[in-house]
């Protein structure tokens, strides 16, 4: 019953990052298509870069350059949370693997963004950095770790071959004594 609550907890967080990983897509497309605004230009340039660089970011095509970035970055991400989705779902560990093995470091960037962001971005608008961390403290990390839960659950279940060494003395000093599967092949 108890693997049953992980999973099902998994499951659900997972769910919520998904969606919340398409919104984010979304609106990176968003920004992409209306990159060449100069009103967009404007109130995103202005908020993120120092004000030495706002004269070359208008007149380079910079924005739409690092929000095509951002599409496809989260549009890559989007497979591995579908993966984790189904692994989870179906039991299969396999498909878990990716989305742990790449988000597991996601979590380290989140921080380090962090960081960079207090240290590079201008003026109040550091308070990006605010919600990275939450978004990195309260989503990636559950997600993360519930997800591992449930691939530590499914590694023990589908561990057949263990061999514990109590449950090997059990085996072999108690009323029943089971051939071991080498001895079954050499000598059958």
Not at 43 to 59: A, F, P, S
């Amino acid at each position: 019953m108890h693997t049953r609550s992980v999973t099902t907890a998994s499951t659900v967080i997972s769910s919520i990052f998904f969606t919340l990983q398409l919104v984010s897509l979304a609106c990176s497309c968003f920004l992409y298509f209306t990159s060449d605004t100069s009103s967009t230009q404007r109130e995103v340039i202005t908020r993120l870069y120092h004000k030495d660089l706002w004269r070359h970011l208008r007149r380079s095509n910079s924005l739409s350059t690092h929000s095509l970035i951002a599409v496809g970055v989260q549009a890559g991400l989007v497979p591995l949370t579908v993966c984790l989705l189904v692994g989870i779902t179906k039991k299969r560990r396999f498909l878990m693997l990716p989305w742990l093995t790449v988000w597991g470091l996601g979590l380290v960037a989140g921080i380090v963004g962090a960081v960079l962001c207090v240290i590079k971005i201008p003026g109040m608008y550091k308070l990006t950095a605010v919600f990275l961390v939450v978004m990195t403290v309260f989503l990636v990390l559950p997600t993360w770790f519930t997800s591992l839960h449930v691939f530590s659950d499914l590694t023990d279940k589908s561990d057949m071959f263990r061999y514990d060494i109590d449950s090997r003395a059990e085996e072999f000093c108690g009323g029943e004594r089971k051939q071991d599967l080498l001895f079954r092949y050499l000598y059958a």
